[in-house]
């Protein structure tokens, strides 16, 4: 079974720094694409930022320059480094990685359990 486990989520006040972090564990291959989603009450759950196994990243707009992702593809770990935080950033954040399991002949899209990020003074 895969699993992907997130960490790293909590409180934090505006301009401050955050960094999440998520494992994908399981009989699987190096994960292909991981990243970043997240969904703020009332709102369609977005792309955050997303990386390849190659290094190509993508990120939103929105986070664009404040934000940086990273992976460990050793770990087969994903991480999201975010500064200078708005209020607007709050939401529960997603790890997203495409996967193929061992013993299986295509890669599958896994989500995480989701961690709160609240900015706020």
């Given at each position: 079974?895969?699993h992907l486990v997130?960490?790293?989520g909590?409180?934090?006040?505006p301009?401050?720094?955050?960094?999440l972090?998520?494992?994908a564990s399981?009989?699987?291959?190096?994960?292909?694409?991981?990243?970043?989603y997240?969904?703020a009450?009332?709102?369609?759950?977005?792309?955050?930022?997303?990386m390849?196994?190659?290094?190509?990243?993508?990120?939103?707009?929105?986070?664009?320059?404040?934000?940086?992702i990273?992976r460990?593809?050793?770990?087969?770990?994903?991480?999201?480094?975010m500064?200078s935080l708005?209020?607007?950033?709050?939401a529960?954040?997603?790890c997203?990685?495409?996967?193929?399991?061992?013993?299986?002949?295509?890669?599958?899209?896994?989500?995480?359990?989701?961690?709160?990020?609240?900015?706020?003074s």
């Open positions: 079974q895969v997130e960490s790293g909590g409180l934090v006040q301009g401050g720094s955050l960094t972090s998520c494992a399981g009989r699987i291959f190096s994960p292909n694409v991981m990243g970043w997240r969904q009450p009332g709102k369609e759950r977005e792309l955050v930022a997303t390849t196994s190659g290094s190509s990243t993508n990120y939103a707009n929105s986070v664009k320059g404040r934000s940086t990273s460990d593809n050793a770990k087969n770990t994903v991480y999201l480094q500064n708005k209020p607007e950033d709050t529960v954040y997603y997203n990685a495409e996967i193929r399991p061992l013993g299986v002949g295509t890669r599958y899209n896994y989500w995480g359990q989701g961690t709160q990020v609240t900015v706020s």
